[in-house]
Each structure stands twice: as C-alpha cells, then as structure tokens.
C-alpha cells in the first residue's frame, strides 16, 4: 500500500487529496511486473465503491485494496477481440509516456445482474444493459494507473477530466503551490514547503492556511478565498512567516478546482517568491522618500517662518507690557496677543503634523475606514508652498455619494496621492502663456452590486510623449514630469494594484494629462429603520 505522508509529495499523492471526495468515480491501479494482466488496487474512492456495486468491472466483485485482479479478462460485449485490442492499446500508450501523461478511452461497461448472480463471461455477448463510459488514464509513476470514469450519457460538466493534467504538473512545479478545503491545506508540493523553511508536507497539511500567514494579511486572504467564485482566478501578495520567523512575500494566484456538484471545491494557490523584488521596491520608495521629504523641508521651513515670525512678535509685545507693569487681562491687548501665540503654534503643529504623516512607515496594508476628501485637503496642504512656487491651483469637485468611511490602506492611498499631485505641479510649472490649473475629481459608481471608487487627477501642463508614455509606470523610469522628486509613478502602481485596482493615464502632448485611479470597495450600508 501506498505510505500516505510520502506520496503527499509527488503525483500519487496529489491524485488521492482532490479526487477523495469527488463525484466522479476513481481508481488507483498498481501494475504487476513480469508482463502480466494482473494489478494491485491501491485505492478507490467513495464514489468509486458505489459505482463498481452497479457495473462490472471486474471478474469479480471489488471487496478492498490490496485485491488483485486480471485486468483484461473481461472486456464490454460486441466485438470482444476489438474492444480488447482498444483497451490494451490505449492502457499501453499511457505507461510508454512520461509521469504525469493522461490519455482516455471510451468504453461500455456492463450492469451487474439484479440477481446479484455471477455471469458466465459467455453469456455477455448479447446483452444490452451496457453503458457508454470515457475512461481517463493518468500515469502517476511508472506503474501506478489513476483511472477517472465519466458517463457519456449524462456529462457532468465537471471540470475534472479537462484539468487533471495541468493540476498534476504542480508537484514538479518550480514554483509553490498549494491546495485548500476551506482554510485547511490539504497539499502542498515541495518547492511550498521548502518556501517556508519545512522538511516534511505533514508540517502543513491539516493545518490552516493562517497559521502561517504574517498577521497583518490574515483578513487580505480570508477575504480573497471568502470571496472567490468558481469561474474566477484572482491574484494578490501575501506575506508569509517561515519556519525560523523570518517573513516571505509570495505572490498567489487562487483559483477553484471544480469537483462536481454538491461537492465541496478545493482551492488551487501557485505561489511565487518576490521577497528580494519587494526588498528592491521599499529600498526604491525610501529613497524616493526621503528625496521627497528633502524637497518638503524646505517649503516647510518657508511655511514655518511665517508663523514664527507672529509668535516672536506677539511675546515681544506681551514682554513689553509685562515690562511696564501693565495688568493683562481678557479685556486687554496683550491678552489677544497670547491667544495670537497659541494659533500660531497650532498652525506650526499643523504643518510638522502633515510632514510626519508623510514621512512614516508606508508599508501598513491595514485597511482603515479613510475619509478620502480630508486625504486630498492634506495632500494639498502638505503641498502648498510648491503650488505657490508654481502658481498652481487645485480645484476640487468631490460628488455627494462619496462616502467618508471607505475601507482603504489610508497612509499608502495619500501617499499614492501625495505623488501623482506632485507630477502635476511639476509638469504645469515650466508651462508659459496660461494659468497654471489642476483639478482632482472623486466620484463613486455603483452597478451590479459592486463599488467603485473612482479619482481623477488632471492637470495643464507639458504632457506626455508618446514613446514615453508606455513606460510611465516602469521601475526607475523618471520622465520630464517627475525628475527631481517625487515617490515614483510604480511606487503609486503598486499600491493602486495592492488595493485591486487600477490606474491609467491619457495625455495630449503640450497640453494635458489626466491619471484615473478606479478602486474596488466595499461600501457599508447604513441600516433602515
């Protein structure tokens, strides 16, 4: 009999995981050596058991692994030599193939005897009772046979069949991959486990997937298997913890394998490494970073100096009094000088506050309610001593259905923000002969049952080139618009991506370009009462 914990690594193992509880028939057959008939049945499944109680398959009826039969004693009636000659050839075909090779076969298999009686091999010639079935054959080792039985009268629609194939290539994959029943892992091939530092698939297998997800992305994959429909694959990145602690970004593809009605569906993850990609990204974006902030220092430190100046002048004018021997009270002067001082330090608060938000740790994929108007107000804000250096301005048109509490990363959303305005303030600054405009629209649309929410950030300056156009969003590209500063427009495409949404820019060449930013959300609805 087949060892469970070994062959969870290699073809049979994987064969046995989906097929267990499909509903489809199934059988593992283990060939004999010395060129005979005879196979050892290594497994069935439930299905399978039921099916052989109603068609004979064999010269006898199946009582339990480990059984022997002879394979080719018995064939469907008819012309029994030809059909014979079929069976053998298409039997032969798949074993002179490499592991992993399927093939099938259409056969008629006949009822058993309501009398429960043996027949007399003889006497099958002439029956009718015979049902037309295709027979898929896999060769999962070198002499084991997986055997998958379909109805051809009443196909199933079963996925099954048409995708056994490419399933069984996932455990000699260079990539990771994994499979689930609802959060459980039900198999992992070996690239997955040395991914995450294991020795043995017993290490993950009847666990649940959480168990090894990094915590702050526990609710990005619940969500992501929660949400996922049969016809559908989805692609997200996942950080993962090893075995020693260490974290692993994996990017996942999930798709649903489909094993039939009323069945529950397994899950498909290929699972590919992008830890050193990401560790470029974020070395990438803190440099950005901190040129950026460069650039902010020292519009900060002009927005600083002015109030400054106010609270300098206001405690000299209450140090005077004081000097004087004047009573300060609420009625007096110097008592709305001191109030001046205190609106003043808010208003330093306000603008220090601004440039730490924008200089905090930007990888938090939490998703908070974010009140996205207030994220542009910063934005702007945050930016205004550059939109005064280029005698920009924002004009802003925020529609009513826009929510104030949509689920969103809101430090990388402002960040993404923060970027994409800045581009636009670069490019309408070397623009002579027109008023220098950016306008950034926020608008949400609702259909079948899905949310979006949509900004579009437009601005009249130089454009973009067409040659350059289609390398706006590449890795260390930089562009007219965005030489000296900025976080980078692929920084801003991976966090739109990481949000599942998407970003596209249109330009005319000398005159406009307008990024659209579209953001899938959930929107809570408010209860009626």
């Not at 000659?85 to 006949?110: A, C």
């Not at 991914?195 to 090894?212: A, V, W």
Request: hydrophobic share 35%; proline share 2%; aromatic share 8%.
């Amino acid at each position: 009999m087949v060892d469970v914990e070994k062959e969870n690594s290699n073809l049979v193992g994987i064969f046995k995981t989906v097929v267990d509880n499909i509903a489809l028939p199934v059988l593992i057959l283990k060939l004999k050596h010395g060129g005979s008939n005879e196979a050892e049945i290594l497994y069935f499944n439930s299905t399978f058991k039921e099916f052989s109680k109603q068609y004979i398959l064999f010269p006898k009826k199946i009582s339990k692994i480990g059984d022997s039969y002879e394979l080719f004693k018995l064939r469907a009636p008819g012309n029994k030599m030809r059909k014979l000659s079929t069976v053998l050839n298409g039997f032969n075909q798949v074993f002179q193939e490499g592991i992993g090779f399927s093939n099938s076969m259409n056969l008629n298999l006949i009822k058993q005897p309501l009398n429960g009686k043996e027949m007399d091999i003889k006497s099958l010639e002439n029956i009718d009772n015979q049902t037309p079935y295709q027979l898929t054959l896999i060769k999962l080792a070198e002499d084991i046979l997986g055997i998958v039985y379909e109805n051809m009268l009443r196909k199933t629609g079963n996925a099954f069949t048409l995708n056994i194939a490419n399933l069984l290539n996932l455990s000699t994959s260079t990539q990771g991959a994994f499979m689930l029943k609802g959060n459980r892992i039900t198999y992992a091939n070996v690239r997955f486990i040395e991914m995450l530092g294991f020795n043995k698939p017993s290490d993950l297998i009847e666990h649940d997937i959480e168990e090894f997800v990094s915590e702050q992305d526990i609710s990005e994959i619940e969500g992501k298997l929660e949400h996922l429909s049969e016809n559908e694959t989805v692609e997200t990145i996942i950080r993962f913890t090893k075995n020693e602690g260490s974290i692993i970004w994996l990017r996942l593809n999930i798709g649903v394998f489909n094993l039939g009605k009323d069945m529950v569906n397994s899950i498909v993850c290929n699972a590919v490494d992008i830890t050193e990609q990401k560790r470029t990204e974020l070395t990438l974006f803190q440099t950005h970073r901190m040129a950026s902030i460069g650039e902010l220092s020292s519009g900060v430190a002009h927005e600083i100096n002015n109030p400054l100046f106010g609270i300098m002048n206001y405690a000299g004018l209450v140090k005077d009094a004081i000097d004087e021997g004047e009573t300060i009270t609420k009625d007096s002067d110097e008592y709305e000088f001191i109030t001046g001082i205190i609106e003043e330090s808010e208003r330093i608060s306000n603008i220090v506050n601004n440039l730490s938000e924008f200089s905090r740790n930007s990888d938090d994929r939490e998703f908070d309610a974010t009140d996205l108007e207030d994220i542009i107000d910063k934005v702007e804000g945050v930016l205004g001593h550059r939109l005064k250096r280029a005698k920009a301005t924002i004009e802003k048109e925020i529609k009513e259905n826009v929510p104030k509490n949509i689920p969103l990363q809101k430090q990388r959303i402002r960040t993404a923000l923060f970027n994409i305005v800045l581009n636009s303030i670069q490019a309408v600054n070397p623009v002579k002969g027109r008023d220098h405009k950016i306008k950034i629209t926020l608008d949400l649309e609702e259909k079948s049952g899905s949310s979006c929410v949509i900004i579009k950030v437009w601005d009249n300056g130089i454009g973009i080139e067409d040659d350059k156009l289609v390398k706006v969003f590449d890795p260390f590209y930089t562009s007219n618009r965005s030489q000296k500063t900025g976080l980078g427009l692929h920084t801003v495409y991976q966090i739109i991506k990481d949000h599942n949404g998407d970003i596209r820019v249109s330009t005319k060449f000398g005159q406009w370009t307008e990024f659209t930013i579209r953001l899938p959300v959930k929107i809570a609805k408010s209860k009626k009462k």
